[in-house]
């Protein structure tokens, strides 16, 4: 005959690990990709690697938050003001002007762009005396964010923020893993 138990299950689950790891693998699969010449799918490979990494970076503000300010933590704010916020109260000179900040900044309002999925509208008329690149004026805003360097170059300093934000946080390794 089955009894009743009482189940108590208590655990902190961190998705930034989770998301870091699905933004390197599709910036290694872009790598792969553009090196052995298969190069189908990387635009969109390369569009995800930015998106997680996006997603990655504040939920890794947001971990550092929680464990730094707990209970106070403004979990509703935007990512600025909470590198901000992160930056006074761990005594961290960070400025938006320089990397990390400065990349940090243009993936997320390329995330933002991607996000909303607004339609773009392009018209305009030139006069040029060559033959124009008709295919690069049709781009959207955000597709010149989507290159193997910047992909390259968000992944750097997502790892550049969270070692600086870890080590003023004194965060260990075994304290950000599940």
């Known amino acids: ?32 990709k553009i090196s052995s010449g298969e190069t189908e799918g990387v ?4 569009m995800a690697a930015l998106v997680f990494t996006a997603f990655s970076i504040e939920a890794m503000v947001n971990f550092v938050g929680w464990k730094v300010l707990e209970n106070g933590w403004p979990e509703r704010a935007n990512l600025r003001e909470k590198v901000d916020l992160l930056s006074k109260v761990l005594d ?6 320089t990397r990390p900040l400065q990349t940090i900044n243009q993936l997320k309002r390329f995330r933002d762009t991607i996000a909303r999925g607004k339609p773009e509208v ?8 060559v033959e124009p690149a008709v295919w690069d004026a ?4 955000w597709e010149e964010s989507v ?10 300093d997502e790892g550049k923020l969270w070692k600086m934000l870890l080590k003023a946080a004194e965060i260990q390794d075994h304290e950000n893993s599940y």
């Open 1 to 32: 005959m089955a009894g009743k138990f009482e189940v108590r299950t208590q655990a902190e689950k961190f998705i930034h690990n989770d998301l870091s790891n699905c933004a390197y693998s599709f910036e290694k699969s872009v790598g792969q």
């Open 92 to 97: 961290l000179e960070l400025d938006w002007g």
């Open 147 to 156: 290159t193997p360097d910047f992909v390259k170059r968000c992944l750097e």
């Open 138 to 141: 049709l781009k959207g805003q």
């Open 122 to 129: 392009v018209d305009e008329t030139t006069i040029v005396e």
């Open 43 to 46: 635009y969109h490979d390369m």
